[in-house]
């Protein structure tokens, strides 16, 4: 997308967020199975690699802040999230300026390995340039990386399904996916807002190649297959799983 398509579609999105904020929770949050199993998932994997700091990127109103504060408070955890009136919704119920903050995925405004772990719940597909918001991420992340969100190539119907792995596989999906948006790149919907068609498995070449083990789970029901079966994933890297797990010293022996 031209720079000046990536700053339209960012201000429709906004737009929409501003528009919908008093009915996120309502919208966004309640069931939603697929974020609260990957959620519930986070959490024990914070505790199990020993996270003492979480960056969330795509906050909205705090579900992931308050749902890590609740079960683990010792845990220092900041999100980020551009929209002002999500932001005021969620310090409204309870959250400090320091907790949810302004900030561009894109761009995060923090050095590298500045928290143990990094995460998002289902910000991506609304990030124009998705790969670069996962670099930021891993970039910032010390111990480990979570994502949770949508795999385009598990949605639809069967026969559907095998339309868009086979022109993923011949690398035309990006052609045909401009082609279906009338060259504009997303979609809009009431429910929504502005998204883009977009896999976590797009992104996990480069999530492999900067851990030293990478984990994933369907967050709704689906075959065995995920890139081809599951509609949504959540995506755990770990960078130095020796090191950062608490059985090390049993796996290697001593």
Same mark, same amino acid.
């Given at each position: ?160 399904? #095998?339309?868009?792995?086979?022109? *993923? %596989? @011949?690398?035309?999906? /990006?052609? +045909? =996916? ?55 994933? #959540?995506?755990?890297?770990?960078? *130095? %799983? @020796?090191?950062?797990? /608490?059985? +090390? =010293? ?5």
């Amino acid at each position: 997308m031209k720079p000046e398509s990536v700053s339209e579609a960012i201000e429709l999105q906004r737009a929409y967020y501003a528009r919908t904020a008093a009915c996120y929770d309502e919208m966004h949050v309640k069931g939603n199975v697929e974020h609260g199993i990957a959620l519930q998932w986070l959490i024990a994997m914070a505790d199990y690699l020993k996270v003492r700091s979480i960056l969330d990127v795509g906050s909205g109103t705090g579900r992931v802040l308050f749902a890590v504060k609740s079960r683990l408070p010792s845990v220092r955890i900041v999100g980020i999230e551009p929209s002002a009136e999500l932001r005021r919704v969620g310090t409204e119920n309870g959250l400090t300026d320091g907790e949810l903050i302004d900030g561009d995925a894109m761009d995060l405004a923090f050095a590298d390995c500045s928290f143990d772990l990094v995460c998002e719940f289902g910000a991506l597909h609304h990030i124009p340039r998705a790969s670069k918001a996962v670099s930021e991420m891993l970039r910032v992340a010390k111990t480990a990386i979570f994502i949770s969100d949508a795999n385009n190539f598990g949605q639809g119907s069967r026969l559907s399904r #095998a339309v868009k792995q086979t022109l *993923n %596989a @011949a690398g035309l999906w /990006p052609l +045909a =996916d401009w082609v279906k948006t009338r060259g504009r790149g997303y979609a809009i919907s009431e429910g929504d807002g502005l998204a883009y068609s977009y896999s976590a498995f797009n992104d996990l070449p480069q999530i492999r190649k900067a851990c030293a083990s990478v984990h994933l789970l369907n967050t709704r029901d689906s075959g065995p297959n995920l890139y081809r079966e599951a509609e949504t994933v #959540a995506i755990l890297g770990i960078k *130095n %799983a @020796a090191e950062t797990s /608490p059985y +090390a =010293d049993m796996a290697l022996g001593k």
